[in-house]
């Protein structure tokens, strides 16, 4: 699987410790930054991994900020995109079965990387389950295209 990843400043340390973990396995990773702990704005990466995953470039991404909000928030502004912020398994879990998530965000202030590990094993190997659920996703995109225009 191939997964594009990006943080700001104040995720930058998991997100370094997730790349170390993800190139241990069969995942292929893209970082487009941040590359340091130096203040940066969080938007600038959130849409660097966001527009990929809108554009199907990449199936799945990664964000990282301090509490993983900002970063889910400027993702879910691009058609297509469902970006899940999850600070447990079950989360993870529930967003991939249910709401088809393809960004995951964590918090870089409130996630071990231990627990980000279990997160992301959970996150990259559940399945979308479909049936109720894709109807319910079907109407989310509706809105998506009648709120913006853009046909997902």
């Given at each position: 699987m191939k997964?594009?990843?990006?943080?700001?400043?104040?995720?930058?340390?998991l997100?370094?410790?997730?790349?170390?973990?993800?190139?241990?396995?069969?995942?292929?990773?893209?970082?487009v930054?941040?590359?340091?702990?130096?203040?940066?704005?969080?938007?600038?990466f959130?849409?660097?991994?966001?527009e990929?995953?809108?554009?199907?470039e990449?199936?799945?991404?990664?964000?990282?900020?301090g509490?993983g909000?900002g970063?889910?928030?400027?993702?879910?502004k691009?058609p297509?995109?469902r970006?899940a912020?999850?600070?447990?398994?079950e989360t993870?879990?529930?967003?991939?079965?249910?709401?088809?998530?393809?960004?995951?965000?964590?918090?870089?202030?409130r996630?071990d990387i231990?627990t980000?590990?279990?997160?992301?094993?959970?996150w990259?190997?559940t399945e979308?389950?479909?049936?109720?659920?894709?109807?319910?996703?079907d109407?989310?995109k509706?809105?998506?295209?009648?709120?913006?225009?853009?046909?997902?």
């Amino acid at each position: 699987m191939k997964v594009i990843i990006g943080s700001d400043h104040a995720g930058y340390s998991l997100k370094e410790g997730i790349k170390e973990y993800l190139n241990k396995s069969e995942t292929e990773i893209v970082d487009v930054g941040t590359d340091s702990g130096e203040p940066v704005d969080y938007p600038d990466f959130g849409s660097r991994v966001a527009e990929k995953v809108s554009s199907g470039e990449f199936k799945r991404g990664i964000l990282v900020c301090g509490s993983g909000v900002g970063m889910t928030i400027v993702a879910n502004k691009f058609p297509g995109v469902r970006a899940a912020l999850s600070l447990d398994v079950e989360t993870a879990k529930l967003s991939r079965m249910h709401n088809d998530s393809n960004i995951l965000s964590l918090a870089g202030r409130r996630t071990d990387i231990e627990t980000a590990k279990n997160i992301i094993k959970t996150w990259l190997e559940t399945e979308f389950e479909g049936g109720r659920h894709k109807r319910r996703l079907d109407k989310i995109k509706n809105i998506e295209f009648e709120v913006s225009g853009s046909k997902v």
